[in-house]
C-alpha cells in the first residue's frame, strides 16, 4: 500500500478500529473514522489534524452512510480502502439468555452494518484500481463454543460473505481480506457485560489477550502486500489460549 492513500474504517472510536485508525495515520495515510461516539470523533480530528476525518453515524443506518460517503470533502473523497472494524458481542450465556434486542443489535451490526458500509464504498474502491476491503471478524467466524450462537455466526457470515465477495471481485483490483482475532482486550467485553467492569476483567483473566495494536499490525500487513498477492485469511489468537473447542 502506498502511504499516502485514504482508509475508512468503521468502528474507530475504540478498540481494533482505532488502533488500525492510528497506525494508518502514524504510516502516513488519511482516515475516514465511523463511528457513534461524536465526543471521540471529535477528539481523533483534534489528535490528527487534517489526516481524520469523523463521520458521526450508526453503520446499521444504510442511508446516511450512503449519503454521508458521497458527501465527503475533497480531500478524503478519494479514498481507496475499507477496514470494516465495527462488531459487537451482546450478552453472556446461551441461545435463551439474551434478549430478543441484543440479537438484532448483533445481526443489525455485524452483518447488515458491514454490508452497508462495504455497498456505500464499493464503487470508488473499484474506481480507484487499486481497492482493498478488510473485514474484522473473529476466531468464532471458524469454531464453535458454547455461547458463541448468535455472535460468532454473525462472524462466519462475515466471512463466507467476504469470501463469495470476494469472487466478484477478481479482476476489478479490489482485494478481500478477513482477519479473525481471538480475544483481544478492548471494550468489546465491556459491551459483552453490559459495562460491569469486574464482570469484563474476568473475561480476560485467564490468559494474556491480544491487543488491538496486535490486530491493527496484521491489518496493515494484509494492506501492504504487493498488488498481486490476496491475503485471505489472517487468524490469530493469544499464545494461551485454548483451541480445546475446535
Ligand atoms: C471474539 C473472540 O476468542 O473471544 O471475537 O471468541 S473470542
Not at 481494533?16 to 497506525?23: E, N, P, T, V, Y
Not at 457513534?36 to 476525518?53: I, M, N, S, T, V
Not at 474484522?136 to 460468532?152: C, D, F, N, P, R
Request: hydrophobic content about 40%; some cysteine; proline content about 3%.
Amino acid at each position: 500500500m502506498k502511504t499516502d492513500e485514504t482508509v475508512v474504517v468503521t468502528g474507530v472510536t475504540s478498540g481494533i478500529g482505532l488502533a488500525c485508525a492510528r497506525l494508518l495515520i502514524e504510516q502516513g495515510s488519511k482516515v475516514v473514522g465511523i463511528g457513534r461516539r461524536e465526543d471521540r470523533l471529535d477528539a481523533l480530528a483534534d489528535e490528527f489534524q487534517g489526516r481524520f476525518y469523523p463521520m458521526c453515524c450508526d453503520v446499521r443506518d444504510s442511508q446516511s452512510i450512503t449519503s454521508l460517503i458521497n458527501q465527503l470533502p475533497d480531500e478524503f473523497a478519494a479514498f481507496s480502502k475499507l477496514v470494516n472494524g465495527a462488531g459487537l458481542l451482546q450478552g453472556q450465556g446461551t441461545l435463551l439468555d439474551v434478549t430478543d434486542e441484543q440479537i438484532t443489535t448483533m445481526l443489525d451490526t455485524n452483518v447488515h452494518g458491514l454490508i452497508n458500509v462495504t455497498r456505500a464504498v464499493l464503487p470508488k474502491l473499484i474506481e480507484s484500481g487499486r481497492g482493498h476491503v478488510v473485514n474484522l471478524t473473529s476466531i468464532g467466524a471458524h469454531v464453535h463454543y458454547k455461547g458463541g450462537h448468535v455472535y460468532a455466526a454473525s462472524k462466519a457470515f462475515v466471512d463466507h460473505f467476504g469470501r463469495c465477495l470476494r469472487t466478484e471481485l477478481v479482476g476489478s483490483k479490489v482485494r478481500l481480506t478477513s482477519v479473525a482475532p481471538g480475544k483481544t482486550r478492548s471494550e468489546f467485553a465491556l459491551v459483552q457485560c453490559d459495562g460491569d467492569h469486574e464482570k469484563a476483567d474476568r473475561v480476560y483473566s485467564t490468559l494474556t489477550p491480544l491487543e488491538p495494536v496486535d490486530v491493527a499490525n496484521s491489518v496493515l500487513w494484509a494492506l501492504s502486500q504487493p498488488e498481486h498477492v490476496n491475503i485471505n485469511l489472517i487468524e490469530l489468537m493469544p499464545a494461551d489460549q485454548e483451541l480445546s473447542y475446535r
